[in-house]
């Protein structure tokens, strides 16, 4: 265990419900909150991918934050998303989180204009962080160019990380590219890096990661910690085995419409299995056979005898 | 001249200037807007790619589009972009720009998830236009693959058309590609389509098109409205070399630190050149050698005179 990190372990970019009028439900997403550091996520990453986070107004995002610090789940383990195309919505929502007391935020690059100057992406960091001024905003960048199409290279991350030591302290790797994966954690090792799928958790965490950040927590977080925690033991392999055969197969469906319609289905609220546009849900017949293979071949259910 | 047209003609896409302290400065706004209109422009269309507009603040957005409002410029000759990622952030955009009387909005389709399906864009358009429930409300779609990767396919526009006759009545088509273009023509002749280049500008006339938006109506909308005006005439040809000329000359630098560097340059205002991170300036002497450039191989020079 690396004594210094911020941030460590099992952190699921917690998925985001809407109610009927095709709002965020609090309510629902408190309790989602609640149930998953109940099944062992060490920390929650709102406002990812996983969340729709993007499809969220800058609004939304701030008021559903709030939600979650009054409903009495401990801001210092969470690192919301906050990046934002634009310079003034990612000061606006940096600012928010740090005010909250979040441990940590986890910022996309400004992903619109394209091919954009290690410069011109260094500079906008340097404007945020220089524009919260705040010694508690602790970074760690989203790389993930298969959506945002604009990513962290290595030399803009080492310039980030000598120029603010103390604010960009890691990174989620959602490249899906092992090798690059590997080549941050070799370079910086003192990095806080996450992958993005609980896949390589085993190899990162042998290769000094910190943890995984990975959307499949929202439905296997327990499994996954198992890893996590016995990483050192004999039984390490075969426990990794075991949640990459179940990350395949939830694979096999479009990962967010998937999730939510698992939760659905266990939780027995319909409700849980709506997306905000340009995403649609399953439909019926796929998402009934999504739950089916998940039981029949890998044991999977879910238990909310837990949840709020 | 298509008598139900809601815009035609020479529409520029605002640059949008930055004061010292980074933020949008609405009095140089303003004063562009107002010397774009004496230029020749038809119309604008601030809020878009080449104004940097995804850099902007949603807050940001609302208070210069008030600037405008407040500033003689006539809003039913505005074409703002509320495109968001965020369907709550559109929906708060385009309701702003309705309210303000602007004749009608240039809009992305979400851009953050890559491949979404035909119904997820179209039921992200279908809530916006529910949402903001205003018979004034009149779209154009904004299609612009090089950098939002999402774009419109034929059968989207086509499924929009058809499902809001009143509503979606255009489309800006910066694809680049010709091909595209023509065949938006051809399927949906009502259809207010504008090239975003004045490249095609004559061609586009020559088959129905309605006009043209592009980033270069920033400094040179006068010439491209002599070809709009004079299109039918035995000397459009050779005025449409003449803009391609141009148009291309410019190209050859980085378009939007290129707009802004030749406006500094003929202002004598060198605030002019910032950009906002993730861009940033033209180095000094690239900015010397386009205006020189510019000057000498194409008499092109910038008159403030008519500006406020």
Redesign the interface.
Known sequence: MHKDRHFSGVIAPVLTPFGED??PDPERFVAHCQWLMDEGCTALAPFG?TSEG???????RMELLEELADGDIDTSKLMPGTGA?????AI?LTRHAVELGCGGVLML??????A??E???F??FA?VIEAVGDDRLKIYLYHIP?????GFALPLIGRLIKAFPQTVVGLKDSSGDWNNTSAILEAYPEFEVFPGSEVFLLDGLRHGAAGCISATCNVSAAAIRKVYDNWRGGDADRLQQGITALRQAIQAYPMIPALKAIIAHYRQDPAWAQL?????PLAEADARKAVTTLADAHGFRLDFATAA
Chains 1, 2 share one sequence.
Do not use: H, M
């Open positions: 095709g709002t991918t993007n499809s969220l107004g800058v609004d939304e195309c634009s310079l003034a919505d606006v690059p400004p992903f619109y204009y394209k954009p100057s410069d011109g992406l500079r906008f404007e298969p959506v945002a199409q604009v905000r546009p340009p995403f649609t």
